[in-house]
């Protein structure tokens, strides 16, 4: 007879990923042991066991779950009543209102994804790819005439844009909704306009 799954179980595991992104995140992946894990999730590690096989198997569950909800909601932003310039911006906020309550498991992606198997580090890079992807034809949309010229110009304006949302959380980890959007808006006339723009 096969085993019932239990009522909890979807918050069970929801528990021990958040737990194991913290401890990743500050102990780094390679330092933290089942042990440790299981101390932070307070419960034992045989029950983890019964959610994963080891600690590999959350690294890529904490980054699976992370990254795919991080894309769909990004993706599913209504964005066909902007102008482009209001569309890139709508488009930055929602990423860093996504990001919020969310440093562990970003600082997780940028430290540890790299010690995933080949195969699974492709299937986490496809979210990353849809989500780049949408920013770059938001940021092409407002200047088709450069970027068409310039193919390159694209990439690196599109990673310029990442790398001033992705760090983010470094210095101001503890920002709250207001403070988002008024720094997605200074991303966006930066982006768009320069200092200048400010």
């Known amino acids: 007879m096969a085993r019932t799954i239990a009522k909890d179980h979807d918050q069970k595991r929801a528990h021990i990923l958040r737990a194991a992104a913290m401890v990743f995140a500050t102990q780094g992946f390679d330092r933290a042991s089942m042990n440790l894990l299981a101390r932070e999730c307070g419960i034992s590690k045989a029950n983890i066991y019964h959610y994963y096989d080891g600690k590999m198997a959350i690294l890529f569950d904490i980054l699976d779950s992370y990254l795919k909800a991080l894309r769909n909601r990004v993706l599913a932003v209504e964005i066909t009543c902007h102008s482009p310039a209001q569309t890139l911006q709508v488009i930055i906020t929602e990423i860093l209102l996504a990001y919020q309550g969310a440093d562990h498991e970003h600082q997780v992606q940028i430290s540890a994804m790299s010690a995933l198997p080949h195969a699974q580090q492709e299937q986490l890079r496809g979210y990353q790819r849809d989500l780049v992807r949408f920013v770059e034809n938001a940021i092409h949309a407002n200047a088709p005439e450069v970027f068409d010229a310039n193919a390159g110009k694209l990439r ?16 101001n980890s503890g920002a709250g909704s207001q403070a988002r959007d008024d720094y997605a808006q200074m991303v966006c006339h930066l982006t768009l306009h320069g200092v200048k723009g400010l």
Do not use: I
């Open 156 to 171: 690196a304006t599109t990673m310029s844009v990442f790398g001033m949302l992705n760090w983010y959380y470094m210095w």
